[in-house]
């Protein structure tokens, strides 16, 4: 299986200031179409998880563009410009490149 | 609006079954292909299987650590997809989501499901 290594584990943040995950699969996530199916999924206290970002970079309908993804073959970066109160909740690295699809640990992002 | 909704989760001995049903509305489902991924009490998500549409003869993918004891089905009618789950052991306990992301993505609420004696 892949294995997906998130970090930071734990993210605290001051409300306008920028953060950035790392997300590491031990394969390249290039698939045979040539695509890359990485995506980015945030869950709020008490939610469902809920995607933000898929193929690397492409923003889900109405994710604001304060976030942003990039990256390629193994190494991808969720980075948020200016983190507001509403970003708070566990984030989690997927990848839906190859059987059995697989999700990083999550990084926790808090306020400072 | 797109809605899935998992019902059928409870509280179950280790070795027995468990039926989950995820309804859904909003979209167009015989079209969909429907995942069910757990997460663990430690938080941790698991995707554990896929079933793809009538198109794609009704493909099925299964994690390993569920494969011959669960199985994923659906019933284009009633725009529903389903997890049997046999054999059960603690290591299943978890929050059971069903999720849908071909055009967007979307998850249900999830239903919890606990294997304890």
């Known amino acids: 299986d892949v294995v997906m290594t998130q970090t930071p584990v734990s993210l605290s943040v001051a409300i306008g200031q920028p953060a950035s995950i790392s997300c590491k699969s031990s394969?390249?996530?290039?698939?045979?179409?040539?695509?890359?199916?990485l995506n980015w999924l945030l869950q709020r206290p008490g939610q469902s998880p809920k995607r933000l970002i898929y193929?690397?970079?492409k923003l889900d309908s109405g994710i604001p563009d304060r976030f942003s993804g990039s990256g390629s073959e193994t190494d991808f970066t969720l980075k948020i410009s200016r983190v507001e109160a509403d970003d708070l909740g566990v984030y989690y690295c997927l990848q839906g490149t190859h059987f059995p699809y697989t999700f990083g640990a999550g990084t926790k992002l808090e306020l400072k | 609006e797109v809605q899935l909704v998992e019902t059928g989760g409870g509280l179950v001995q280790p070795g027995k079954s468990l039926k989950l049903t995820c309804a859904t509305s909003?979209?167009?489902?015989?079209?969909?292909?429907m995942h069910w991924v757990r997460q663990s009490p430690e938080k941790q998500l698991e995707w554990v299987a896929q079933?793809?549409?009538?198109?794609?003869?009704?493909?099925?993918y299964y994690a390993e650590s569920v494969k011959g004891r669960f199985t994923i089905s659906r019933d284009d009618s009633k725009s529903s997809v389903y997890l049997q789950m046999n054999s059960l052991k603690e290591e299943d306990t978890a929050i059971y989501y069903c999720?849908?992301?071909?055009?967007?993505?979307?998850w249900g609420q999830g239903v919890m499901v606990t294997v304890s004696s």
């Open positions: 909003g979209f167009t489902f015989s079209n969909a292909w």
């Open positions: 193929l690397v970079s």
């Open positions: 394969q390249s996530l290039v698939g045979t179409s040539g695509k890359t199916y």
């Open positions: 999720t849908w992301n071909q055009h967007g993505d979307y």
């Open positions: 079933i793809k549409a009538k198109s794609n003869n009704y493909a099925t």
